[in-house]
């Protein structure tokens, strides 16, 4: 399906690939593919949706600035509250930290003006992690509104 927006969308048994991809210099040089959450009964999402979905990601590219600091504070938190072990001075500082969360797997856009950020998280026991923006507030998945 062709879209003025989103281009060249795919639909394959989990999800839509977005025709276009995002990057930024914090995350590295490549780019990362977009994810369009399907409608619903898992189908292709309609025009309304594609709508909402590219409002969505309109305001996340234009807040990028802010939407970088509140995640990397974030992460940095979490890290330091549940993750760090006790005998670890290597990642002492933000700047640091930053290093870990540099590599998107993909991004995901979905309804309710959610923006999923999927990275790659080798301080987590887990091959990804995930956050996830409601305007201008990030979550994890276990406290996702």
């Known amino acids: 399906m062709e879209h003025p927006f989103w281009g060249n969308i795919q639909r394959d048994s989990s999800s839509c690939t977005a025709g276009i991809t995002f990057s930024h210099p914090f995350f590295g040089k490549g780019t990362t593919e977009i994810l369009l959450e399907p409608g619903p009964g898992n189908t292709m999402p309609d025009e309304d949706l594609l709508q909402a979905y590219a409002h969505t990601y309109t305001y996340f590219i234009n807040s990028i600035g802010n939407r970088l600091v509140t995640l990397q504070q974030a992460m940095f938190e979490v890290y330091m509250e549940y993750l760090k072990p006790a005998e670890d001075n290597d990642i002492d500082t933000l700047q640091v930290h930053n290093d870990y969360i540099k590599e998107l797997a993909f991004i995901r856009i979905g309804p309710n003006d959610m923006v999923?950020?999927?990275?790659?998280?080798?301080?987590?026991?887990?091959?990804?992690?995930?956050v996830f923006f409601i305007g201008d507030q990030v979550y994890a998945r276990y406290n996702q509104p």
Request: proline fraction near 7%.
């Open 116 to 130: 999923e950020l999927c990275f790659y998280y080798s301080l987590l026991n887990a091959p990804v992690h995930s």
